[in-house]
């Protein structure tokens, strides 16, 4: 019998893949999840339970979590990545590894194909597509949802005729978790004016009440909270569970697709978003204003090609290490103050911080020059445009 793995997550569209691949073409069907965050124990055997259940010769929990920290988060902080200023590429990036772990599976296990749930109008289908035909051009890759353009009314009525009648937990939403965050899929991004409703989102609001956190980092890495230190990982879910109580991080990104259409998805990434700006912060202070702007740029770079599942890439690379030699002077502490659907940052605390006073104080006094300094840097910063002005007879009314 041929064998087939599939990029499992336990939701709508996989189920359906599952069933239909060993149902409809006749395949011994291997389901991998492959964990990037965002799973409870019970979850990850409730998702084994029903994999067996829908028919999977063998299922794999293969958590990936420090994996997909050192080479993707790690670097999605440093760059400061959130693609048109809002979105943290939650679901993009770890996409590009479920795919690279999913193709170390299908050789270790001698499939002759490998399939995924995506849909033919969306990025998921080119960042798995991409990898797949990269490393492993020799293995079939099979895209039930998309070949067939099947809704999601379509996939409940085909599991139902065929014995499967699940309670699909929000079933009108797609939603994808993970460590860098959840995505949310609906009818309502669908449309261009229409926002997601509360119960869409995958945390309630709980607290109404302000908190102030501190966010420890050294060389760009988040190594604690609240003077209790840990790995990153470790830090950024303990940060999720105190921001996401106060809703913090939904947003809707609007975008273009790598395809080509325009494209709206909810989000929910309380830790990212703080990180992010948080660190960006700290950065604000300790590097120079030339490292910042070619931080930005590059980091923009960055995030967009990873967003377009171009992580394969060499100049990806590149772009790591100038991110990661950024880094050598962004250690300090952030103080954040969470509050009801948004956070403030309060200020930092750094011995690397640029802010020192015995250069002198903006707006106020100068230290380290006298007025006559000030004077001349002054005029011979304004010899340029002054000549312009002057052999051009220029005026300004």
Known sequence: MKKVVLAYSGGL???????????????EVHTLLINTGGFTLQELSDIEKRAYELGSVQHTN???????????????VFGN???????????????????????KYAKKTGANAIAHGSTGAGNDQIRFDLIFQTIAPEIEIITPIR?????????????????????????????????????????????SNEPLPEEAYPSPLQKTTPEKVTLHFEKGELIGLNDHFD?????ITKLEELASAFAIGRDIHVGDTIIGIKGRVGFEAAAPLIIIKAHHLLEKHVLGKWQQYWKEQ?????????????????????????????????????????????????????????????????????NAWTADDAKGFIKI?????????????????
């Open 62 to 76: 293969l958590d990936i979590i420090e994996t997909y920290y050192q080479k993707a988060i790690k670097y999605l």
């Open 298 to 366: 590059l980091g923009n770079w960055y995030g967009m090609l990873f967003h377009e599942g171009q992580y394969l890439d060499p100049v990806m690379r590149n772009i790591e290490t100038f991110l990661e030699d950024t880094q050598k002077t962004v250690t300090g502490k952030v103080t954040v103050t969470l509050k009801p659907c948004h956070f403030s940052l309060d200020g930092i605390e750094s011995a690397h911080d640029l802010m020192n006073t015995k250069f002198g104080q903006y707006g106020e006094i100068n």
């Open 81 to 103: 990545v959130l693609k048109n200023n809002t979105y943290p590429l939650s679901v993009s990036a770890e996409r590009v590894f479920q795919a690279l772990e999913s193709i």
């Open 231 to 235: 790995k990153p990982t470790v830090n």
């Open 13 to 27: 569209d996989t189920s359906y893949c599952l069933k239909y691949l060993k149902n409809e073409l006749g395949y």
């Open 147 to 191: 070949d067939l353009k099947l809704t999601r009314q379509q996939e409940v009525a085909y599991l139902q005729q065929n014995g499967i009648d699940y309670t699909w937990e929000k079933a009108q939403y797609s939603i994808n978790k993970g460590i860098w965050g959840a995505s949310v899929g609906g009818k309502e991004t669908l449309t």
């Open 381 to 397: 910063m304004g010899n340029a445009q002054s000549i312009y002005a002057q052999v051009n007879d220029e005026t300004y009314d």
